[in-house]
């Protein structure tokens, strides 16, 4: 080969590293994954976050502590000076096939930029609004109280324009208290009926159908005979007739769902991205709420433990959950609603109720022990990297 194609080759290969190493000096040498997205084993946005197990993580600490604003007092566990507070948040939840890493406060806020963020049922979501609150005033300090379009309670956040908020509907539908008419004592005691209206949603949350971009629905716990006794019972009405024959409160439950269900397909648009929390399991042990009910669990139990605790056909006291669960997955079936369905991992964890520290002198002699509402900082910190990790993947398929 002459000097001349040397040279001319030499220029050949020269050339192309040259560029190549122009184009990589542009290029950070570390680029951080986001905190978003998912780290699987089978690299697939399709991993079961729900399906796992708890591992103990000493260094773990809880993003919040007993100062955040938007504590509601009996769940305030630090403040209330719970037992084991810090082996309580020293558990983490590992799914199967994928990890699950703590929200970003500030990455997740910048994704939900101007946009608002919903929850609708009963106290159990409102236990995981309070977390969430907690967790997002870690980006914006600033975040003040707020209380509109029917909500309970609720919060904004001005650095970013979010709203976050709870409407409080236990039941969904419509209900309403009506005293007996006869002043004449019946043989069964009825004192008069709450009557259900199925195919009407409750006003508490009638006029949100075009106002948030997330929402989050959930029923269940007020659907019992020690809410709703023989003597002051459901009765379900439907185009403002009564239901006939009267439906059981299973029955009853069912074609609540249906119809709410329906409503929120023909009402609410489809770029709202919709779930469904399921049931949060509840640990008394030894009796039921008001039949001293106790919880003072030191640690989680063991998954050999959970069908004796929750199984329906064990009829135990902490039953429901799994038998609302099936009817809840059945009628939503088809629809554009996500399930969030949080029940299995959550019971686990009988050691992680507020039980006797609710902060409030003589509240145990009057309600008895809190075996179904969650500590924070606590279990729905975990609830809430799950949602966020299921909005963030929702958000950039749309």
Request: hydrophobic share 40%; aromatic share 12%.
């Amino acid at each position: 080969m002459s000097t001349k194609q040397f040279r001319t080759l030499l220029t050949w290969l020269i050339l192309p590293t040259c560029l190549l190493i122009l184009l990589y000096s542009t290029l950070p040498l570390y680029t951080p994954v986001s905190t978003y997205q998912l780290s699987s084993k089978h690299s697939s946005l399709s991993c079961n976050l729900f399906k796992g197990h708890w591992v103990i993580d000493p260094p773990r600490r809880p993003i919040y502590d007993e100062t955040c604003p938007f504590h509601r007092n009996s769940w305030n566990c630090l403040r209330n000076k719970r037992d084991n507070m810090g082996e309580i948040n020293s558990w983490k939840w590992v799914p199967d096939e994928c990890d699950l890493p703590q929200i970003d406060p500030l990455r997740f806020m910048g994704l939900m930029r101007n946009k608002r963020i919903g929850f609708v049922g009963d106290s159990l979501n409102e236990n995981l609004l309070v977390s969430f609150l907690c967790i997002l005033r870690i980006a914006d300090a600033s975040a003040k109280k707020w209380k509109r379009k029917g909500a309970w309670r609720g919060a904004y956040f001005p650095k970013f324009n979010v709203t976050v908020a709870y409407h409080r509907a236990v039941l969904l539908a419509k209900y309403e208290w009506q005293p007996k008419e006869s002043t004449h004592p019946d043989q069964d005691g009825l004192r008069g009926i709450h009557r259900v209206d199925v195919d009407i949603p409750a006003d508490d949350w009638a006029d949100i159908t075009n106002f948030y971009d997330v929402l989050v629905f959930n029923t269940g716990h007020w659907w019992g005979s020690d809410k709703f006794p023989k003597e002051t019972p459901l009765v379900f009405y439907k185009e403002g007739k009564p239901i006939l024959p009267p439906l059981e409160m299973s029955d009853g439950f069912k074609v609540v769902l249906e119809n709410m269900i329906s409503y929120i397909q023909k009402e609410f648009p489809r770029k709202t991205i919709k779930f469904w929390r399921l049931q949060s399991p509840r640990h008394f042990y030894g009796g039921d709420w008001n039949q001293n009910g106790s919880c003072l669990f030191d640690e989680p139990l063991e998954q050999t433990q959970l069908d004796l605790w929750f199984d329906p056909s064990n009829n135990g006291v902490n039953k429901e959950a799994r038998t609302w669960n099936r009817i809840i997955k059945e009628t939503l079936g088809g629809t554009d609603i996500q399930l969030l369905d949080l029940t299995h991992l959550s019971e686990f964890r009988a050691d992680a109720h507020p039980a006797i520290w609710l902060g409030k002198k003589d509240a145990v002699a009057v309600w008895g022990q809190d075996c179904m509402h969650w500590c924070l900082p606590g279990v729905p910190d975990t609830w809430v990297d799950i949602l966020s990790r299921l909005i963030h993947i929702s958000s950039v398929a749309r």
